[in-house]
């Protein structure tokens, strides 16, 4: 072979062979590398597509799946909406129901107050024209036309009755609505205490020298008769009792017909078993007739001798005119007149002072309180204190009505009747019961007991204040030094000792009636600086 073929024979068949070889090594490598990196590409490429399509599988997914989210939030706001819609539906509804339901309840409040206003109205038209129907209906033989034209001007369109009879001689001069004043009987209200004061002056619960309670401090009983103190009455009354109290009223003429010479006179009532002490105050469960407190008023001025009150009939018994007395008061003559310092510090300066006269000597006794279904003012009196020539009684019913009213229309009566009175004392307080004079006032503490009245149902106190210039002139007008007003103590803070009985309701509200004095304030504050 080493002969047949050289060396470099073979180099030259083996070396291309071997470059062939490699060469075609490396294009199969570099085919097998590119189909490698084809492999790889495509793979990259699959996974890419695998990827994506992954991806887009997921964000469909997603999308399909926030799709359904919003679909279903969508469901839900709608849902939601309709439910807030049908829920602001019904709240719209309900407001609407309840703006309704306030509307009617305002017309019905509104209907209830009109038709209230209305029956107050009619009650208060009913009570004027039942007054004038029976002031048209009374029997004035005998009586003093005169005076009754008086009484009658004085009542005016008040809702009410009259009495003016001679206290000392029980000729009656007048009876304006004989049906109220004789044949039915009306509560007392505060005019009860003057049975209180005299039942426990003569039970020695108050002291018959100072007038204390039991020698208790604060108001004695000429400021608490003057001012009408409830407090104070019925202090006394508890101690008095139930069965006294009626006894001494029975003696005072209550309860039983006066023998009054008219047809159907009304025997009043008296309150048996009540133990209120209202009874004592105000008069719960009594009821008087205005001839009754006309009676009472001028037996206790005349030391306790109970008149007969008639009326003359005809021209005989007017010429012939003689006094009866039914009865004597079975009892001291001091502790029956006790009580008129009291009365005649009311119409000087205590709850009838307004509209009086203070020259003409009235002494009296207010009363207000709820009677009937409406208020009642009440008026007993007489004048001239120190030898009394008439006894008027004054008796209103209306929801104004207090006895301050009732006083004002006797005051007017008073003054018809001035030229007939004729003072011969006017120093009774200081020559009878020894109290002393006061020739001037404090004001100040006249302005503030003033208003410190409570003579009425509900206890409150009676707001009208008194005018210092009204107090100054009524100085003036008194005409003498020796006029006695009752010194009035501090008033002790009185807890209350009972409560409303189930005829102290009004039948309607009350209706509060503001005044402004600053008009005459001005004028008066004018007047003194002229």
Request: charge should be positive; proline fraction near 3%.
């Amino acid at each position: 072979m080493r002969l047949m073929f050289s060396k470099n024979f073979f180099v030259r068949i083996f070396l291309p062979l071997v470059v062939i070889g490699l060469l075609f090594c490396t294009n199969a490598l570099a085919q097998k590398s590119k189909k490698a990196v084809v492999s790889k590409k495509a793979v990259a490429k699959r996974t890419d597509t695998k990827d994506r399509d992954a991806k887009k599988d997921r964000k469909e997914k997603l999308t399909a799946k926030t799709r359904d989210k919003k679909d279903v939030k969508s469901k839900k706001d709608t849902k939601s909406r309709a439910e807030s819609k049908k829920a602001l539906a019904e709240r719209r509804r309900i407001e609407a129901e309840r703006r309704a339901a306030i509307a009617a309840e305002h017309r019905r409040r509104e209907q209830a107050r009109r038709e209230a206003i209305a029956r107050k109205l009619a009650f208060e038209r009913g009570l004027r024209t039942e007054t004038v129907e029976n002031i048209s209906k009374d029997v004035t033989d005998g009586e003093d036309l005169n005076i009754r034209s008086a009484a009658v001007k004085a009542l005016g369109s008040r809702a009410g009755s009259v009495v003016v009879m001679e206290a000392q001689t029980g000729k009656v001069l007048t009876i304006v609505n004989q049906n109220w004043a004789v044949r039915s009987g009306i509560k007392p209200c505060s005019t009860i205490k003057l049975v209180t004061g005299i039942a426990a002056l003569n039970e020695n619960v108050i002291d018959k020298q100072d007038g204390s309670l039991n020698g208790n401090g604060g108001r004695g009983l000429d400021d608490s008769m003057a001012y009408s103190g409830n407090g104070y009455f019925q202090r006394a009354g508890v101690k008095v009792g139930n069965a006294k109290m009626i006894d001494y009223a029975k003696q005072l003429g209550l309860g039983e017909p006066t023998g009054l010479n008219t047809e159907g006179e009304y025997a009043g009532k008296l309150p048996y078993g009540n133990t209120n002490a209202r009874i004592y105050s105000h008069g719960d469960d009594f009821e008087v007739t205005g001839v009754q407190l006309a009676v009472m008023v001028s037996a206790i001025t005349n030391g306790g001798r109970r008149v007969l009150p008639r009326v003359p009939r005809n021209n005989v018994e007017r010429a012939k005119f003689q006094p009866f007395y039914r009865a004597d008061v079975q009892l001291p003559s001091k502790s029956v007149r006790r009580v008129i310092p009291g009365m005649m510090g009311a119409a000087e300066y205590g709850t009838a002072r307004r509209n009086m006269d203070q020259t003409l000597g009235v002494a009296g006794k207010t009363g207000s309180c709820i009677s009937k279904g409406t208020w009642v003012g009440l008026f007993a009196s007489v004048a001239p204190v120190e030898r009394p020539k008439y006894s008027v009684v004054v008796i209103t019913r209306g929801q104004r009505e207090r006895g301050k009213y009732a006083a004002a229309v006797a005051a007017d009566i008073y003054r018809a009747l001035g030229s007939q009175i004729v003072r011969t004392d006017r120093s009774l307080a200081q020559t009878e019961f020894n109290l002393k004079p006061r020739t001037s006032l404090d004001l100040t503490t006249a302005a503030k007991t003033a208003s410190d009245e409570e003579d009425d149902d509900t206890d409150a106190t009676d707001t009208a204040s008194t005018d210092v210039g009204d107090i100054n002139n009524t100085m003036l007008n008194k005409g003498n030094g020796n006029v006695i007003v009752v010194p009035s103590a501090p008033r002790p803070v009185e807890k209350k000792l009972v409560a409303k009985t189930v005829d102290s309701k009004p039948l309607f509200p009350p209706v509060v009636i503001t005044y402004d004095r600053s008009g005459e304030e001005k004028k008066a504050k004018k007047g003194k600086k002229q």
